[in-house]
């Protein structure tokens, strides 16, 4: 079943059409990478999915129930969590106060601990440095904090937009070892990226985007391998 | 003695105008909107006040409270019908300008319900005044109410704005709106929530002034309100205790340059202080260095 459904989407930036009439699905326990270069609309439409912009028409289905047009401050506790762009973690404040705003819908005080526990042991890291201003961390360690702050809502699943963008190549490598492993653990994971070629590695299936509409889907593994992608992505 | 009791009038006045520039600094961080119509939220606390005690005569303890209800529910209203709607308008001009006819709005309101003559206010504080060096130095209940209380608020904001999840949720779209939404904070619900604090703090603030200095007209909040908005920016806008500082450095300097230099050129001096920090210090004592994020 898909978790995930997005249907004949269009999404206007004032008279811009960004999107111009997409469809696709996340299935549960899948990883889904959206490709596609600079301005190609990968990261409108994960803000559109998320409701920080509306959508001109088509509709969004998360497990089946209509959220198109619900108001982006509902989605989170839905089950759907976002890591953005740029990472935009509250950088004044501080890690442990970062990550307790991502279980900011959450009631229960026992399950946020755990859940706090389980972000820990993920990231060694943020608690090393939970006392720490997030605004004075190098940019892979905002980039945890992101996926952790993110990951504290305990979502089914969860969106991440760019999350190598501006990182050094080691930790590339180990923010794509815990997109694997955030996976394993059993969320589903939507991923847009321009580092096409390690995107492809961890997914399941991708979709290809080019100026605001699918030119290409299938499984990861056989678009690695399409001469077409490698040309114009994989940079061969 | 002269400079002491000098001083210890600016704390009282500087008191007043940290109460209120502490709405306009919240206000600010929050929004990041210069609420002009502030000031005259004051006026409409002082009359809601005025009508209660001396014109009702309702009890101190209901009066106080009612006149908070008051402008609270004036703050959600303007922030709803007159700011909202033009906050994703393109320049931020749009809702500045707004500000300022809403303060026209109160202001001509004020005047049409309660007409141009001065009101005595009569003073909610019935404490004995201190007399110390033989009648040297007095300090009226008053001055020591409003110290009192302006300390009170500033630490009641400080710990709501730290210790608590709303208050947290109020950082977090002070820095990032989008990114508060993906938490799930509802960015609307937190503005509104800092105007019905802000216009709460005027009420106070209205009371208390109107208490110390009993003339009450319907420009009673206008001079006040651009003074602690200078306040606010002198201890670096957006900072809480920056508007603490600024409230009472500029109530001080406004009554030493009353005292010292001129009485006419209070005013004068106080903005020209305003100009001289601002030159030497852009962001304020407190206030942050803008960083450009990339």
Redesign the interface.
Known sequence: MAMLEVNELKVCYGVIQAIKGISFHVNEGEVVALIGANGAGKTTILHTI???IGAQSGEILFEDKNITKT???????MGM??V?E?R??????TVL?NL???A??RKDKGEIERTLETVYERFPRLYERKNQIA?TMSGGEQQMLAMG??LM?HPKLILMDEPSM?LSPIFVNEIFDIIQKVSASGTTVLLVEQNAKKALTIADRAYVLETGRIVKEGAAESLLHDDAIRKAYLGE | MRFLASLINGISLGSVYAIIALGYTMVYGIAKMLNFAHGDVIMVGAYAAFVMLNQIGLPVYVAIPVSMVVCTVLGLVIERFAYRPLRKAASPLAVLITAIGVSYLLQNLALLIFGANTRSFSSVVHLKSLRLFDGGIIITGEMIVNAVVCVAIMAGLTLFVNKTKQGQAMRAVSEDKGAAQLMGINANGTIALTFAIGAALAAVAGVLMCSSYPALTPYTGAMPGIKAFVAAVFGGIGSIPGAFIGGILLGVIEVLGKSYISSQLGDAIVFSVLIIVLLVKPTGILGKNIQEKV
């Open positions: 998320t409701g920080l108001a982006g401050h509902k989605i989170v506790s969590a976002h953005p740029g935009r973690v509250f950088s004044e404040l106060q307790k705003l991502g900011y819908t605004g702050r993110a809502s501006g």
